[in-house]
């Protein structure tokens, strides 16, 4: 073998082990989740609209999954999924919004939440949390130390335990996650948890939000969107109020990126960019009118299933993976990978990202209503709990809001076969909502029922 050939032998063996070793390992990580956020509002994902510098620029150096799905289109049933690497139809949680759940997943002994399994390896584990939805005495928090300035294990003592008090704002949320940031001890490892509200309802853009997006003053009588609002618009409306209605939601995210954009900047500034996992999500995306209505209290269309995906960390090549669609269940595994965590729960049903996928299609699902796609191209969607089998079938790649149904559905693959399969292979939780709460989880007083109602009316959730 001559010298040339020797060398360009010398270079494929050389590429090939640089290729198939692991990343260097992680020290800390950060878990940013915009609620409410779909990934078409952001620029990396293509949205036209100036709403995410901070978010692109931190894109730009990262991996970004273009087909990302939630596996539950509202809070409670998508954090639940993320947190311990579950289908919903598996962990249970798809409640309707006022379900009476008092026993909480404090006594669901068979999940295993991320917080729960960073704690046999040491880390601190701290959340601050904007979303009055995910209260604690639901049991939340498992697995954490501090929820929202809180001693998770002194919860159970009762009277200690806030359920629906005031929920800090996203302005606070960024400074308590700032000071976690700016407080990691030398030494220890670290995971901080950061849930942010700002394009939820009610809607609130800032001044320079809407100079931004050439929001007009007057484009809602008092500066906000809410859900009276909302409900008067769905009963009556022209299209540029509307319209409107749509921009203030665009303003909200580009408000959103400007928190995530000081998050991101704490890490540099305390010297933990090159030595933290971050990974960039939503818990479910928002419906604008695409089907006559604003929010996202029902329904798996692509607008609330669809979400960002974006992970920095030491060692991994930025680079878009449009090859394959994921789950947010896969969030979890691919984390404690990329801490060096050689440790994956039995009940978790994620796959690491970084790893080749053995996953026959991805699902979601809402109160019976599911979707499945292969290539995240072709979705079907159908009522899986009942025997009506009457899918639906469209092109979300030509087709993003999901307007026609194809009239000849591609016959490569068979999706509701393939849900029908995936469904008999994991059966549906049956939790006794009636059971007595344990652990930190408690019943809620009257009071403090009466307040969530309120807060879940605030958040457009309840008439």
Known sequence: MNAPTLRVAGLLLFASLVQCTPPPTARHALVIVVDTLRADALGLYGSPWPTSPNVDAFGARSLVFDHAWA???????????????????????????????????????????????LARHGFTRTAFVANPHLTPKLGFPRGFEIWNGLDVEALGSGDALPSVGPQPSDSEVVERAREAVFGWEAGRRHFLYVHLMTPHLPLAPSDGARQVMD??????????????????????????????????YYASVWDGDRHIGRILSALAEAGHEDDTVVVLLSDHGESLWEHGEYGHNTGVWETLARVPLVIRAPGVRPERRSDRPVALIDVAPTVISLLGIDEQPDSWQGENLLGASRRPALFTERLGEVAVTVDGRHKAMGRGRTHDRRWRVFDVRNDPAEHAALEAPPDREDLPALYAAWSSAHPIARRDLDAPPVGFCAELTEAERRERVRQLRALGYVE
């Open 215 to 248: 929001l007009p003053e007057h484009w809602s009588p008092d500066g906000r969107l809410d859900v009276d609002r909302v409900r008067a618009l769905e009963r009556s409306s022209t299209r540029e109020q509307r319209d409107w209605s749509r921009t203030a």
């Open 71 to 117: 596996q539950g289109t509202y809070t409670p049933s998508s954090y639940v999924s993320y947190m311990t690497s579950t289908w919903v139809r598996t962990h249970g949680w798809d409640f309707p919004v006022l379900a009476p759940v008092e026993t909480g997943i404090c006594g669901w002994t068979d999940l295993v939440t991320l917080p729960e399994v």
